[in-house]
């Protein structure tokens, strides 16, 4: 019958045990000859060390990140996205308006101020800059039904372009 020596990681090429091992490393194995001890130390040192490393270093292409961090911080990505959609509504910043075109300032869907070329910002209730190009302005006037001073009815629609000059002076 063979008898059994404790046996650890930390074991020393006569197979006696190493006053340093931690205790929940020892083993139990049968008490081999010396060159039967190593061979069985090597094999026993390389089968904990594959079981002693973290499942990061096990596989390196996959990393140890908990599944419930990944879903909360997905989660928290998505209400940032939800809160600055909502939030844009309220602001907006360093809105540039160039030399070609008139800026038109709206609160709560409303004309609020048109302004020429520059650099704005504002914050408030539902604020909205839009830029109109002076260049040409489209325009376009229909009414349906329109009595003549002979009371005929007439159909009309006008459509056309203005264009404004850069040159032109600035009225006060």
Request: hydrophobic share 40%; glycine share 8%; charged share 20%.
């Amino acid at each position: 019958m063979a008898s059994f020596v404790l046996y650890s990681t930390h074991c020393t090429r006569g197979g006696t045990l190493a006053p340093n091992a931690p205790s929940g490393a020892r083993r139990a194995v049968p008490d081999f000859s010396p060159p039967q001890r190593l061979l069985q130390c090597q094999r026993l040192r390389s089968c904990l060390s594959s079981l002693e490393r973290p499942w990061s270093m096990q596989n390196p292409r996959r990393l140890n990140i908990p599944t419930r961090a990944v879903i909360t911080g997905l989660g928290i990505f998505v209400l940032l996205l939800l809160v600055f959609g909502f939030a844009s509504n309220f602001f907006y910043f360093f809105e540039r308006v160039d030399e070609d075109e008139v800026g038109v300032q709206f609160v709560s869907g409303r004309i609020k101020n048109v302004v020429g070329p520059g650099v704005y910002s504002d914050a408030g209730l539902f604020v909205e800059m839009r830029r109109v190009s002076s260049q040409a302005v489209a325009f376009s006037v229909s009414d349906a039904e329109l009595i003549t001073r002979d009371k005929q009815r007439i159909g009309l629609v006008v459509t056309g372009d203005i264009f404004a000059s850069k040159t032109a002076p600035a009225r006060p």
